[in-house]
């Protein structure tokens, strides 16, 4: 194992949550709050860690001619430890502030928002300070693209190829490169990302929404993280083009990012003509449809019924977890909702569940599956744009379906035992590892439970859920086998 090669990312990671953290700092200062002293701290704290890290991997290089190999393990072992430093050095300003004096809540909220999770042990954001609520939104949206694509596009001073970190950390079953180096690949996914950002929050400012909350929530909405300035949510505002607006960014996020890219060098038809992308517009469209038709004998207006169908049809696809209702009294609707979170985006988006190329690949083989028992000598190769998928590329597709399902069935034990009740285990399990948010579930309103007052021992679980369900499972399943471990 490469343990020098392995301290130097890491704390050229760190120096980058440094960076943050310094801008948060001055925010701070502009705001004219006492945090400013604890971003201060942190900031420092993090600056050293990385350059401890970074100068310990750059020793005696000269003399170990194997300081640069680096393989899967090495891979593997720096995607998961980067969340985990990235949320240990980002509870710092929470926690010194006192803003949230437990550490194991700072923690949690944290890797909440790194995880574009959502969940919130706070119950009044509003009385939060700026600069808080400033970093809260920003931990969304480190995350949403993935610390280790943002890494790779701005910090070329790695020195090696970048493409088993991309492996480990990018999502979904196919990791498409769309320039010849990972590092030109994930540049161009960051340009589009950022210049999501700043057109949604260009718009939304443009609705009456101050820059502050544009800026925060534009973080939230890209990344579909789900924390927002407001106690209410996006609900808050009360503006139909505010809705619209995060409704059209909540889907556009959705998208594979690769695909965008693609439109703009004006191949409209591999945008327009993805498999993946076209059977996510239509879970949206029908999706929408049916709670539309079944909001519409309760409600006034159309238009409302279906801002409001659209809105919560989207949040929940794309693992956002904003709210413009209270979709929690939506009883019938319930089974719906829940596949929705399941599902997910696309791959190689900033949503989380299954994805969406997952469940449609499955449902193809299960299809072929049942035309293989009525011609059993016939052959059905499972197709995808038009290409045959391999068989192994179907068998890890249904081995990381299986184990979401045990993960699911094994984690919601573990945390009844822990003494939440069944209801609320299952809920907590579904919003974690399908990184959606606990306060966007379904058996309690985000006003009736407080997160904070939940078991220790269940937050720390769900911490670790939260990041298997934003690695895919096996990212981080991984280390724990002895298999990884031999030489």
Not at 68 to 83: H, L
Request: hydrophobic share 50%.
């Amino acid at each position: 194992m490469n343990f020098r090669q392995i301290a130097k990312i890491l704390g050229a990671l760190a120096l980058l949550e440094s960076v943050f953290l310094l801008l948060c700092y001055f925010a701070a200062i502009y705001f004219s709050e006492k945090e400013q002293t604890y971003f201060l701290i942190s900031f420092v704290f993090a600056l050293v860690a990385g350059a401890g890290g970074v100068i310990y991997g750059n020793s005696f290089r000269p003399f170990n001619p194997s300081s640069n190999n680096f393989g899967k393990r090495e891979g593997t072992i720096i995607v998961v430890s980067t969340w985990i430093v990235f949320s240990f050095l980002g509870m710092m300003p929470y926690w010194l502030s006192g803003n949230i004096p437990s550490f194991t809540n700072a923690f949690f909220e944290t890797i909440s928002g790194f995880t574009t999770t959502g969940s919130s042990i706070l119950t009044d954001v509003e009385i939060m300070p700026q600069s808080i609520l400033l970093w809260r939104s920003l931990t969304h949206w480190i995350g949403g693209l993935g610390i280790i694509v943002i890494s790779l596009a701005i910090l070329p001073i790695f020195g090696f190829q970048g493409t088993q970190l991309f492996s480990a950390e990018a999502t979904g079953v196919t990791k498409e490169k769309i320039a010849p180096k990972i590092s030109g690949t994930a540049k161009r996914l960051f340009a589009i990302y950022i210049g999501f950002t700043i057109a949604q929050t260009v718009l939304m400012c443009c609705c009456g929404m101050s820059l502050f909350d544009a800026l925060c929530n534009s973080f939230s909405t890209v990344s579909t993280g789900g924390f927002s300035t407001k106690n209410d949510s996006i609900a808050y505002w009360q503006s139909p083009g505010i809705e619209w607006i995060v409704t059209a960014f909540m889907m556009l996020s959705g998208i594979n990012f690769s695909l965008f890219y693609f439109l703009i060098k004006g191949n409209f038809k591999k945008f327009f003509r993805d498999e993946e992308m076209r059977t996510y517009i239509a879970i949206l469209v029908a999706a929408t449809i049916i709670v539309c038709a079944w909001s519409i004998p309760s409600s006034a207006s159309l238009p409302d019924t279906l801002r409001n169908s659209l809105f919560t049809v989207t949040s929940l696809l794309t693992t956002t977890g904003f709210y413009s209702v209270d979709y929690s009294t939506w009883e019938a609707l319930a089974f719906v909702l829940l596949l929705l979170t399941i599902v997910g985006g696309s791959a190689s988006s900033t949503s989380g569940g299954l994805k969406v190329i997952r469940v449609l690949l499955v449902f193809k083989y299960c299809y072929y599956e049942f035309k293989r028992i009525m011609h059993p000598h016939a052959v059905f190769p499972v197709r995808y744009n038009g290409k045959g998928v391999k068989d192994q590329t179907i068998t890890r597709m249904l081995a990381y379906v299986l184990g979401f399902v045990i993960i699911l069935l094994i984690g919601s034990a573990i945390l009844c035992l822990s003494g939440l009740a069944f209801d609320e285990s299952i809920n907590a399990m579904l919003s974690s590892l399908t990184n959606t948010g606990i306060n966007a579930g379904f058996v309690e309103t985000r006003h009736a439970v407080s997160l904070s007052a939940i078991p220790e021992f269940s937050k720390c679980f769900l911490c670790l859920v939260m990041l298997v369900g934003r690695l895919e499972l096996f990212t981080v399943l991984l280390i724990f086998t002895p298999e990884f471990w031999k030489k």
